[in-house]
């Protein structure tokens, strides 16, 4: 059977309708919905406006911890994190009680729909602005003639390891800082070409949230950046690409009257009061320190005995900033996490307020211009865009409960 005969695909129960056209899912890391709206409001975003107003545009739930890692593994399985194992970017190893990054691939417990369109014959791309994104959830593409590299390590791409070689002449620039917009405008701009010439026709671009972490949407940085975006979104759109944007989490300002950071330090304030016996984990920890300083609005409680869990919740809960405590079990069920991948307790705090570990584990001297950062329940509702309408089922699909991992069954299936 040619490859250009299959149609649909299965993947994790889910079933993909393929259309004729290159299909192209974005997802706009750290995209709160006011970036888009203040962005068209001000006349930035032409080409998105009009494919929102051609297609489709809606408020979806996102995944949480509302992290990167979290959501990234979401969309490209289908799945929430229950299922997917990826429940942070950072974890407490329950085999070997160390702390480790769920930087690899052996973290995910589930196939994406990414090795399956290519297992179907499509010509898949995974581009990404970080690099750490591409070693969890870009493996096996490669193996099965797709191609996944980031913008952040373009320039060491090659055919065996990434499917591609010379990717920077293939898209005429070369490669950008990781702490710049253009890490994310790269990724775009890699995708539109790789369809252009034919070398791609199932594509999933994840940019980075670094603009969105230093900038509000009403500040001229953002403007200039959703407008770059925009022209690459234009160009996709202008190759007739069937496309659908969504974003990994939203971002709030996280600072106090005075600019500094909102920050409740739960392991201090933990051991002070119940003393050691405890540890806290800041999933949001990543390479990318300057984003965030390791801040964000969920952490997880390890203690060594349950005795003091209830009392330890109860405390938690009686502190302003905190929202919600949950034991293993209860996040497990109301946060769709995975037992044994997170703390005894996981807790999250207020639009306005980050938690973290001790003052010695986040650097805020990294955070010139105030805290911006996600994590938590305030940051997981994400905007969903399609290029085209929706069919019946799926209007009313989106007016339940959809997520934001549901973009590629919105994508090709929705209209
Ligand atoms: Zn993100």
């Not at 899912?25 to 001000?42: F, H, K, R, T």
């Not at 480790?100 to 179907?120: F, H, Q």
């Not at 330890?312 to 069920?333: F, Q």
């Amino acid at each position: 059977m040619s490859s250009d005969s299959v149609t649909a695909f299965e993947v994790n129960g889910r079933n993909y309708q393929l259309p004729s056209q290159p299909v192209v899912v974005i997802c706009i890391d750290g995209c709160a919905d006011e970036y888009l709206s203040v962005s068209m409001a001000q006349g930035r975003m032409p080409r998105t406006l009009e494919l929102s107003r051609q297609g489709y545009r809606g408020m979806v739930r996102g995944a949480l911890p509302s992290f990167t890692n979290v959501n990234n593994a979401a969309i490209v399985t289908g799945m929430p994190p229950s299922v997917t194992g990826i429940c942070g970017n950072f974890f407490l190893n329950p085999d070997t009680g160390e702390e480790v990054m769920m930087n690899s691939p052996e973290y995910l417990r589930c196939p994406t729909i990414l090795t399956t369109a290519a297992k179907a014959g499509r010509k898949v791309a995974f581009i990404t602005a970080k690099e750490k994104l591409r070693t969890v959830l870009g493996d096996g593409v490669v193996s099965l003639n797709g191609m996944a590299f980031s913008s952040e390590k373009v320039d060491e791409a090659c055919a065996d390891t990434h499917g591609v070689d010379n990717a920077e002449s293939i898209i005429g620039k070369q490669k950008p800082e990781i702490y710049s917009g253009d890490a994310s405008v790269y990724v775009l701009e890699a995708g539109a070409a790789l369809v252009e010439q034919g070398k791609a026709n199932f594509l999933y671009l994840s940019l980075t949230d670094f603009m969105q972490h230093k900038h509000a949407p009403e500040e001229e940085e953002s403007l200039a950046f959703y407008q770059a975006l925009d022209d690459q979104i234009g160009r996709l759109l202008d190759l007739n690409c069937v496309i659908g944007i969504t974003a990994d989490h939203g971002m709030n300002a996280k600072n106090k009257g005075d600019g500094s950071p909102n920050v409740i330090y739960v392991e201090c304030l933990l051991k002070e009061k119940f003393g050691d016996g405890l540890r806290v984990i800041c999933p949001i920890t990543d390479p990318y320190v300057v984003h965030h300083g390791a801040l964000g609005a969920l952490v997880m409680v390890h203690l060594d005995n349950l005795e003091q869990q209830a009392a330890i919740a109860d405390y938690l809960m009686s502190l302003n900033g905190i929202t919600e405590v949950y034991d293993r079990a209860m996040s497990a069920k109301k946060l769709e996490l995975a037992e044994d991948r997170i703390g005894d307790l996981t807790v999250l705090c207020g639009r306005n307020v980050v938690v973290g570990r001790t003052p010695p584990d986040h650097d805020l001297s990294v955070l010139k211009g105030g805290l911006r950062s996600h994590g938590g329940r305030y940051e997981e509702m994400v905007p969903m865009l399609l290029s085209r309408p929706l069919n019946e089922s799926y209007s009313a699909k989106a007016v339940g409960d959809p997520r934001n991992f549901d973009i590629f069954d919105f994508t090709c299936n929705g209209a």
